[in-house]
Structure formats: structure tokens, C-alpha cells
């Protein structure tokens, strides 16, 4: 099992940047094989925003955010971060921290297909970004 805890939101101008970090505990070094980053705004439904491989550092953006958000991670401190520029008001959501273990039979390997399916067995509570002028 593992416990994510998110923190770094709050409320930013547009065009300002944050920092989101997500931090693993329990026995993060299986259940952080692959760690992602969603969010969810009022009213949508919860996208993919970027993954990693915690051991490896293969990362991916989705097309939509990778000018401007960037994935990496502390694996010696089993944290992962969401750096986040040019903020704009449509990035105004609650992001989530997710991770998941290597893949087990029928799950996908790839980074994008996960965040598309949100595949993760555990979730963090979110941090909640608001984007106001």
C-alpha cells in the first residue's frame, strides 16, 4: 500500500507558475512505479495531465500542457513534482497524484495510454489550484 499526499496548490495570477509536489509513503518503492498527475475541474470530467517512471525517469506531458507543465521526480525522497507555467484560467482544477505498481497482465506500459485510462490503484486527496486575475 501506499499513501500520496499533494500540496503546492493555491491561487496564482495567470500567467504566474506553481509547483505541485506529491510525496509516497507506505511501501512506495513497489506502489510508485509509475506516478501521474490528473486534475479535475468544476463540472468536467478528470484528465490525465503527466506521468513518470519513478525508477527509469521516462516522463510524458499531454500534448495539450507540454509547452508549458513539466513532470520530474525525487526518487530518494519518493516525491514527484508538477512544475506548472504560464498558468491560465482554464488550469484552474483540483489535481490528484496517482501511482501504481509495474503493470501487471492486461495493463498498459505506456505512460500515455495510463494517463488516458487512468489506470492507478491509489490516489492521492488533491490539492486545489485556482487561477484568478
Known amino acids: 500500500q501506499v499513501h500520496l499526499v499533494e500540496s503546492g496548490g493555491g491561487s496564482v495570477q495567470p500567467g504566474e507558475s506553481l509547483k505541485l509536489s506529491c510525496t509516497a509513503s507506505g511501501d512506495p518503492w513497489y506502489y510508485t512505479y509509475f506516478m501521474a498527475w490528473f486534475r479535475q475541474a468544476p463540472g468536467k470530467e478528470r484528465e490525465g495531465v503527466a506521468g513518470?517512471?519513478?525508477?527509469?525517469?521516462?516522463?510524458h506531458v499531454v500534448d495539450s500542457m507540454k509547452d508549458r507543465f513539466t513532470i520530474s521526480r525525487d526518487r530518494d525522497k519518493n516525491t514527484v513534482f508538477l512544475q506548472m507555467n504560464s498558468v491560465r484560467p482554464d488550469d484552474a482544477a483540483v489535481y490528484y497524484c496517482?501511482?501504481?505498481?509495474?503493470?501487471?497482465?492486461?495493463?498498459?506500459?505506456?505512460?500515455?495510454?495510463?494517463?488516458?485510462?487512468?489506470?492507478?490503484?491509489?490516489w492521492g486527496q488533491g490539492t486545489e489550484v485556482t487561477v484568478s486575475s
Open positions: 496517482a501511482s501504481d505498481g509495474p503493470p501487471a497482465s492486461g495493463q498498459s506500459a505506456r505512460i500515455s495510454n495510463r494517463l488516458k485510462t487512468a489506470d492507478f490503484a491509489f
Open positions: 513518470i517512471l519513478m525508477q527509469g525517469g521516462a516522463s
